[in-house]
């Protein structure tokens, strides 16, 4: 699996000037004050650190051609991915409850539509990066999702209960908040959509140029993979705005028995 | 009055109260909002309810036309438990007007149309807009106005004439005046005792008593989530 060309020290050089680039981001964040320096510090240490461990478990799965070694690996990154967008959920009671299963859901869905279709081969070379980017696509869609829905529903209450004291159901009361968030959470996919190949080469495609593939057979695949992450961010957002609209305070969420659990959010109004 | 609800299964009893409330509480974590709380307020009255900030009138209003589920007691409405219907049924009977007025972009008449919008209401007869406007002091040049240019206190009384629409059976105003100035509060006020004149029974929360004194036939003074007396 060693490339010849490959000079580790080289390698680990170019890593060390590529860092230089975070430490101006930090030195700008620390000159600015934005208090991020640390969240940047941990988040490029953790990129590092991730990225080379998963190399050997990506390596060992590749060797071992096991399926049920792919799904657990997969697995693995829905989990972890529902682990980081669950913080973004802020004010939502028990956040994993939302975001594994949509980030789950709609990964595993759009896979399993293209295998069924035999558009992607289940092979370890497919499914790992593929798979991996899909999950990648639906966290940041989920997170900004989740995000934007918290603050809509935190800064549009008096809209919402006027709404619910004229009748509405709590689905129609927060359904201008929810298309908003989904909304929202889409404008980056749907612009790099727009940007593709004008604005954005994509990595895939630039890699299998650059390898010899076919530039038309590389360019074929690098949509079939836009399309895939475009339909996987879209159902995660649907989804993981219907679930929160359940995780929402009493009213909101429509469940009206006397003694029904409450959240968070309803504790702090 | 007639209610503008499609068949319901709510039982409208005239020889009960409008609300009968008993021994209602309401528990927020550890904190007691509202303990025991009893009263009950007679179709076609208006019941003033006063009290310090955090004394749980607000809160009360909302268990009233349960935005706000309570932890115990019973509500009812003409002789109906609330706790045994639909609360969206019971939002649009027990209508809830709040402190700060929200009207939505678009002319007043949109707004007035507003809660036709929702599936509850689609079925409901529509009432002469201009009509409603002039039940509560305004004129039906006002249906095209623009509702986002209206002062602090044609907005509020734009509020209670989409509450109006829905023709409710009790009116809640929480704290209609609070965030208006001298003039716009006594115009709402002058208001809430017209539609009182008119039939319409009325909760009307504020923390002054002099309103709570003028609006009300009764006033019921509440403090640490309890009813104080009621006069």
Known sequence: ?269 | MTFASAGTGLVHDHRCPALRVRNLSRVFGERSVLVGVSFSVEAGETLAVTGPSGSGKSVLLKCLNRLIEPSGGTIEVFGTDSMHCDPVEIRRRVCLVGQVPVLFPGTVEENLAYPFSFQANRHCPRPDFGGVLEAVGLGRTYLAKDAQTLSGGEAQRVCIARALCLDPEVLLLDEPTSALDRASAGVVEETIRRLNAGGRTIVVVTHDLRQAETLGRRVMRMRDGRVEDIV
């Open chain 1, 1 to 269: 699996m060693t490339d010849p060309l490959y000079d580790p020290a080289v390698g680990l050089v170019n890593l060390g000037l590529a860092l230089l680039l975070i430490g101006l981001v930090l030195i700008l964040s620390w000159y600015k004050q934005l208090g991020l320096s640390r969240e940047i510090g941990v988040a490029t240490l953790r990129a590092v650190v991730q990225l080379l461990l998963v190399v050997l478990i990506v390596v060992a799965v590749f060797e071992s051609e096991n399926l049920l070694l792919i799904v657990l690996v997969l697995a693995a990154m829905m989990g972890i991915a529902a682990v980081i967008s669950a913080k973004r959920a802020m004010g939502i009671h028990r956040p994993l409850r939302i975001t594994f299963p949509a980030i789950s859901g709609s990964s595993s869905a759009v896979l399993l539509v293209l295998i069924l279709l035999g558009v992607m081969p289940v092979t370890p070379e497919f499914l790992i990066p593929i798979g991996s980017m899909t999950v990648g696509a639906s966290m940041i869609a989920c997170s900004l999702a989740l995000n934007r829905f918290t603050g809509e529903i935190a800064s549009n209450r008096a809209k919402i209960e006027t709404a619910l004291c004229l009748g509405a159901t709590p689905e129609e009361a927060v359904a201008p908040f929810t298309r908003e968030s989904v909304k929202a959470s889409l404008i980056p996919s749907i612009d790099r959509l727009k940007a593709l190949g004008v604005v954005v080469l994509p990595g895939a495609m630039s890699g299998m140029i650059v390898a010899g593939v076919d530039p038309i057979w590389a360019a074929e695949y690098q949509l079939v993979i836009m399309f895939l992450l475009f339909s996987a961010e879209a159902f995660t957002s649907v989804i993981a705005t219907g679930l929160a609209r359940g995780a929402l305070p009493l009213p909101y969420a429509g469940m009206s028995a006397a003694g029904s659990p409450e959240t968070i959010l309803q504790k702090s109004a």
